[in-house]
């Protein structure tokens, strides 16, 4: 049974910087497209980046460009989220997943948390001002 586990949130004041950890179990996932997401009670899961295989394209949410950035370690079989420069509106519970096949293929698809099929428990991110 395959699993994601995520670590590394906790509570920062703004302007730190934090770095997500997703490790998978029970599947290889270094060809598999991966995402984060993040998302506040009462609201809808928001995308914040994926990455198509490890060392492939990827791809950011508006909010989070230039800022935020994606890395895997194929050895490790793990997913990394570095988040700098943190601000409280960044404050919420990150997730990651999975996308298995057949893969997303379009922008669109990729944003969509119902295009996912494996995913962490979250771990909470709180930014203080």
């Known amino acids: 049974q395959a699993q994601l586990v995520e670590s590394g949130g906790g509570l920062v004041q703004a302007g730190d910087t934090l770095t997500l950890s997703c490790t998978a179990s029970g599947r290889t996932l270094s060809s598999d497209p991966m995402a984060w997401f993040r998302q506040n009670a009462g609201k809808r899961r928001e995308f914040v980046g994926r990455?198509?295989?490890?060392?492939?394209?990827?791809y950011y949410a508006d909010s989070v460009k230039g800022r935020f950035a994606i890395t895997r370690d194929n050895a490790a079989n793990t997913m990394y989220l570095r988040m700098p420069r943190l601000e409280p509106g960044d404050t919420a519970i990150y997730y990651c997943?999975?996308?298995?096949?057949?893969?997303?293929?379009?922008?669109?698809?990729?944003?969509?948390?119902?295009?996912?099929?494996?995913w962490g428990q979250g771990t909470q991110v709180t930014v203080s001002s």
């Open positions: 990455m198509n295989w490890s060392g492939g394209p990827t």
């Open positions: 997943a999975a996308d298995l096949p057949p893969y997303s293929d379009n922008w669109a698809a990729y944003q969509r948390a119902s295009q996912y099929d494996l």
